[in-house]
């Protein structure tokens, strides 16, 4: 203990005096995350978008958002029909250990995935592969059960070694903290609930990175977090926009925005009396003053939401699904519907008062506030909504019974951003999908025809079809897309803004390049 405090004071007062002014070469780097890993295993779910920072997948991602071949020595091809996905590996690959990275490698990473004996969070993204094997030592096919438009997208999934996990349970394995990896960082010290110390990987296959040492302090608590960065503890963290605005005009430091396809939005369980009906569903959509919570909570950063696509896939996201504010179509849903209001102004049907309790995960300042606005919004059209704090276990027990802020979302495909969430065969499964129970045969076809076409246009129809379907019978108030905003002290060249999901701890975020990044001198 007496050793890691030692390391963690070395490392901040390389960073600054105490006056703040910078004492040399910034090689290492101090950030402040809001949220902590479960596990570091990419089969149990660790990373599954890329940007790991501990281990590479077969592609990768630019700027732009491109896929660019990492581990594959160039990009995974598909046949003709869509049902075999090539990838031909690097010949140069060594995970940190030394040992040479190889096909067995990559077919025992998916294969495991898949493992019905293996807890992966991730198993529902590859529900199309049916088998992956190794042609050769350099060479894996992926074989689909159906053609799924959006696989080179699951390729940026991590590989391990599969000697690591030879005759060890893939769940327990200490692999799963003390990973090894092929990425530009290796893991010298994870102290769960506190930090977790990365080393450069002088041998990485892409270049040494310049940052040498990367320690990530996890502070779930949007306020301890800015406490303690104003303290000069971290070099960067993530805030809410109003407590990064503190920052605007200090010296030394940036505000860094970057857009993102990340919502926050409130689960309408589907089954409780009052929000069985689309009728009241769609109210309480058109009841919330969406543009308002961006103006007064978000600061303007950030822009409305109506389904789980964001406006950054160009190519799927449809204006005709968004909810405009009218709270008087909003009241004349709710009277059709046979919730009335009462002399008190509150509304009830068959004797039954319209209650809709909003709940949020209380370490996070942001979902509270977001929670408050769109439950005063409800309250508005009469329906009690109670806003409680609590935890995400306690929202996924109570998904039945109770509205959740959630939040998701990523800039890939609209695929990975709307099928787990919206389609039916989810309803009721375990983790975070379809949390509202949501079910609607329509947006089933769509979201199915969309994802096993090839054909740009049919899916581009079928996206459409989607949208239009769910915004006649909504399973959620999408409330808005956020800008991730961050504070950093202003000490090296080589950040890129990237449109990023809704995982912006160490993998993405404005570090998602960080081992290309470079002191300022």
């Known amino acids: 203990m007496r050793r890691a405090l030692l390391l963690a004071v070395v490392l901040l007062a390389g960073c600054s005096s105490p006056d703040g002014e910078t004492t040399g070469p910034a090689t290492s780097i101090v950030i402040g995350a809001g949220s902590e890993p479960e596990n570091l295993n990419p089969i149990l779910g660790y990373a599954p978008d890329g940007a790991a920072k501990i281990f590479d997948g077969l592609v990768t991602r630019d700027a732009s958002l491109a896929l660019k071949p990492a581990l594959a020595s160039e990009l995974p091809t598909a046949s003709e029909d869509g049902l075999t996905w090539t990838a031909k590996l690097r010949t140069d690959i060594t995970f940190s250990d030394g040992t040479p990275l190889t096909a067995q490698d990559v077919v025992f990473t998916y294969k495991s995935v898949l493992d019905p004996k293996v807890n992966s969070t991730i198993a529902s993204r590859f529900d199309a592969m049916s088998d992956v094997v190794a042609v050769d030592q350099q060479t894996v096919e992926f074989r689909l059960s159906h053609p799924y438009a959006p696989f080179a997208q699951q390729l940026a999934l991590g590989i391990v070694p599969a000697a690591k996990f030879s005759g060890v349970d893939v ?22 609930g506190d930090r977790m110390v990365l080393r450069a990987n002088e041998n990485y296959w892409g270049g040494a990175p310049a940052i040498k040492s990367v320690t990530v302090v996890f502070v779930p608590d949007d306020n301890a977090r800015a406490t303690r960065m104003a303290a000069g503890e971290f070099d960067g963290t993530v805030l809410p926009p109003k407590l990064a605005g503190t920052y605007r005009d200090r010296a030394g430091y940036k505000i860094v925005q970057s857009p993102s396809a990340d919502y926050r939005g409130i689960g309408i369980p589907s089954e409780l009396p009052l929000t069985s009906s689309p009728e009241v569903r769609r ?8 543009q308002a919570m961006i103006d007064a909570v978000l600061v303007g950063s950030g822009t409305p939401a109506s389904t789980p696509i964001s ?18 179509e909003a009241e004349r849903l709710l009277d059709a519907a046979g919730w009335r209001k009462g002399a008190d102004g509150k509304r009830a049907k068959d004797g039954q008062p319209a209650r809709l309790p909003v709940l949020y995960p209380a370490p996070d300042v942001l979902r509270k506030e977001l929670a408050l606005a769109a439950a005063s919004d409800i309250a508005k059209l009469g329906i009690d909504a109670p806003v409680e704090a609590t935890t995400f276990d306690v929202m996924l027990q109570r998904r039945g019974e109770a509205a959740s802020v959630w ?33 609607n045969s329509t947006v089933d076809t769509a979201l199915d025809t969309a994802r096993r076409s090839l054909d740009p246009a049919v899916r581009k129809q079928a996206y459409d079809d989607f949208q239009r379907a769910y915004a006649a019978d909504p399973g959620w108030a999408f409330l808005v897309f956020l800008d991730h905003t961050y504070v950093l002290r202003d000490r090296w060249n080589g950040q890129e803004t990237q449109v990023e999901p809704h995982d912006h701890g160490l993998a993405h975020a404005v570090w998602w390049n960080l081992e290309r990044w470079t002191p300022k001198s």
Not at 283 to 290: D, E, H, Q, T, Y
Request: aromatic content about 14%; hydrophobic content about 30%; cysteine-free.
């Open 407 to 439: 939040g998701g979302g990523d800039p890939y495909d609209p695929d990975t951003a709307a099928y787990t969430l919206l389609h039916s065969r989810y309803a009721g499964q375990d983790g975070y999908v379809n949390m509202s129970l949501y079910r």
């Open 171 to 192: 769940n327990a394995a200490p692999f799963n903290t003390a990973p090894v990896g092929t990425g530009p960082y290796t893991v010298a010290e994870w102290r769960k």
């Open 311 to 328: 406006p950054h896939l160009k190519d799927w996201y449809s204006e005709d699904s968004a909810f405009p504010y009218d709270v008087a």
């Open 283 to 290: 109210a309480i959509n058109l009841g919330i003053n969406r």
